[in-house]
């Protein structure tokens, strides 16, 4: 036992340094992409699946008016809300009910109530269905779209301005299928005199958390994955897809995590398309609210990981299969699965049993993980903030001791209750595969049109 402990633990040190060393390469490349300036905009129709977001959606329409893009379409879908979601979205918009009629190449999705197009807004257009849950509604979102690219979006998602535009750029190359958006966090925004700009001042210590976590989710590990043509994630907060790929694979699969699963379809399609790629583009970036209390975040994570263990379950044997001759299978069983999920239970199994033995010996092993596991996380978190600050999302002076306290109690406090949400979530799933729990919106006004003169 204590072999494959140490054997788990040195993959705990090795995936991040090969991550850290993988984003650092490719933070200081300038993608071929951002080289290429397209002589027309691609049709784009943002899909956003709404259950309950009343308290939300004014931030959202408001975000959209901002764009700085114009061959767009806006696809809102009411998932049979039991609140004031229809009502906000018949007042904001100004709706005019549609004739009812299904499109060609239709996916499966739960009865369409009424079809409305906006008066107020150009290309704006409200599905109201019965409730299925979100695969359901992006489903139906896929079906009724009109543009050749679709984009998937949270409804507390709010788009850069310029994000739709690189997105153009990214999409100009036609082997290009998929991409991934970069996602940071609504709170970890404080208003000046010029506008919005990252802070981690004035948050909750549960945001700047997630703040730092968001950090190191994107640029150290969605980058070099999609470097290595290994990504298994692209956020459902902001994805962009091939709309003939979408209905190729068969749209989205009703779980409670349709952005891994939909994401892995993809994979699989590319596998079989030679010279397809599925891509994570940093500089394309929405912002999207985060849990401001720890049950909520609880609730989240725990979601989370059922989510990653119905997609190992179910595509278990084709990466066992196809594990030697593909990244995705290879990083999904080895570095997500072994480093991510049963090296956290052995890590508690392995620090109870050496605390319980309390001898000289253990102590040692003890003090030598510590070390080793907090020299690399440190290194994990400051190399993120270094990237972050390569893509012009960087911190302040002000913000420094924001900075060191936040990472200081991460280390020591945050990461092991994420382990915590990872053991649970995991042995979960087996015990209830459901249990979407929906995360309470703030209804703060984050001043949006700011934001967007900022990033202008």
């Given at each position: 036992?204590y072999?494959?402990?140490?054997?788990?633990?040195?993959?705990?040190?090795?995936?991040?340094?090969?991550?850290?060393?993988?984003?650092?390469k490719?933070?200081?490349?300038?993608?071929?992409?951002?080289e290429?300036?397209?002589?027309?905009?691609?049709g784009?129709?943002?899909?956003i699946?709404?259950y309950?977001?009343?308290?939300?959606?004014?931030?959202?329409?408001?975000?959209?008016?901002?764009?700085?893009?114009?061959?767009?379409?806006?696809?809102?879908?009411?998932?049979?809300?039991?609140?004031e979601?229809?009502?906000?979205?018949?007042?904001e918009?100004?709706?005019?009910?549609?004739?009812?009629?299904?499109?060609?190449?239709?996916?499966?999705?739960?009865?369409?109530?009424?079809?409305?197009?906006?008066?107020?807004?150009?290309?704006?257009?409200?599905?109201?269905?019965?409730?299925?849950?979100k695969?359901?509604?992006?489903?139906?979102?896929?079906?009724?779209?009109?543009?050749?690219?679709?984009?998937?979006?949270?409804?507390?998602?709010?788009?850069?301005?310029?994000?739709?535009?690189?997105?153009?750029?990214?999409?100009?190359?036609?082997?290009?299928?998929?991409?991934?958006?970069?996602?940071?966090?609504?709170?970890?925004?404080?208003?000046?005199?010029?506008?919005?700009?990252?802070?981690?001042?004035?948050?909750?210590?549960?945001?700047?958390?997630?703040?730092?976590?968001?950090?190191?989710g994107?640029?150290?590990?969605?980058?070099?994955?999609?470097k290595?043509?290994?990504?298994?994630?692209?956020?459902?907060?902001?994805?962009?897809?091939?709309r003939?790929?979408?209905?190729?694979?068969?749209?989205?699969?009703?779980?409670?995590?349709?952005?891994?699963?939909?994401?892995?379809?993809?994979?699989?399609?590319a596998?079989?398309?030679?010279?397809?790629?599925?891509?994570?583009?940093?500089?394309?970036?929405?912002?999207?609210?985060?849990?401001?209390?720890?049950?909520?975040?609880?609730?989240?994570?725990?979601?989370?990981?059922?989510?990653?263990?119905?997609?190992?379950?179910?595509?278990f044997?084709?990466?066992?299969?196809?594990?030697?001759?593909?990244?995705?299978?290879?990083?999904?069983?080895?570095?997500?699965?072994?480093?991510?999920?049963?090296?956290?239970?052995?890590?508690?199994?392995?620090?109870?049993?050496?605390?319980?033995?309390?001898?000289?010996?253990?102590?040692?092993?003890?003090?030598?993980?510590?070390?080793?596991?907090?020299?690399?996380?440190?290194?994990?978190?400051?190399?993120?903030l270094?990237?972050?600050?390569?893509?012009?999302?960087?911190?302040?002076?002000?913000?420094?001791?924001?900075?060191?306290?936040?990472?200081?109690?991460?280390l020591?406090?945050?990461?092991?209750?994420?382990?915590?949400?990872?053991?649970?979530?995991?042995?979960?799933?087996?015990?209830?595969?459901?249990?979407?729990?929906?995360?309470?919106?703030?209804?703060?006004?984050?001043y949006v049109?700011?934001?967007?003169?900022?990033?202008?």
């Open positions: 036992m072999i494959v402990s140490f054997i788990l633990f040195v993959l705990c040190i090795l995936f991040p340094l090969f991550h850290t060393f993988n984003a650092l490719a933070s200081k490349k300038i993608p071929s992409y951002l290429v300036t397209p002589d027309k905009e691609v784009m129709s943002i899909l699946p709404c309950n977001e009343a308290s939300i959606l004014s931030t959202t329409i408001q975000g959209m008016k901002q764009l700085h893009y114009r061959n767009y379409e806006l696809i809102f879908i009411n998932d049979g809300s039991t609140d979601t229809m009502k906000s979205l018949i007042s918009l100004e709706l005019i009910p549609q004739e009812l009629k299904k499109p060609a190449h239709a996916l499966d999705f739960m009865p369409v109530r009424q079809i409305y197009l906006s008066s107020q807004y150009k290309d704006v257009l409200v599905i109201d269905k019965e409730n299925g849950g695969a359901d509604s992006l489903n139906a979102g896929i079906t009724y779209a009109t543009k050749d690219i679709v984009i998937t979006l949270d409804a507390d998602s709010v788009l850069d301005a310029k994000a739709l535009s690189i997105l153009n750029q990214v999409f100009d190359d036609s082997s290009v299928i998929a991409a991934g958006g970069n996602v940071h966090i609504l709170q970890g925004l404080e208003q000046t005199r010029n506008g919005f700009v990252p802070s981690l001042g004035k948050m909750k210590q549960i945001v700047r958390f997630q703040i730092l976590e968001y950090l190191r994107f640029y150290i590990l969605k980058a070099p994955l999609a290595s043509n290994a990504l298994s994630i692209i956020s459902g907060a902001f994805g962009a897809f091939k003939n790929v979408l209905l190729e694979v068969g749209g989205y699969r009703q779980t409670i995590g349709e952005d891994i699963d939909i994401t892995l379809k993809v994979q699989q399609y596998m079989k398309h030679k010279g397809t790629r599925v891509l994570f583009v940093p500089e394309a970036i929405c912002f999207t609210e985060v849990p401001e209390s720890w049950k909520d975040l609880y609730n989240q994570r725990i979601r989370w990981q059922k989510a990653f263990m119905d997609c190992f379950v179910l595509y044997i084709t990466f066992i299969k196809s594990m030697v001759t593909n990244r995705v299978s290879f990083f999904f069983l080895v570095d997500s699965f072994l480093v991510g999920v049963v090296s956290s239970y052995f890590t508690g199994f392995f620090l109870i049993s050496l605390i319980v033995s309390i001898s000289e010996i253990s102590w040692k092993v003890i003090q030598f993980y510590v070390i080793g596991s907090l020299v690399v996380n440190m290194l994990y978190i400051v190399i993120s270094i990237i972050s600050n390569q893509y012009g999302f960087g911190y302040s002076k002000r913000n420094l001791f924001a900075i060191i306290s936040t990472i200081f109690l991460d020591f406090i945050f990461r092991f209750i994420n382990l915590f949400y990872i053991m649970v979530g995991s042995a979960a799933y087996f015990v209830n595969k459901e249990g979407w729990n929906k995360v309470a919106r703030t209804g703060r006004d984050y049109e700011e934001v967007y003169k900022q990033s202008a």
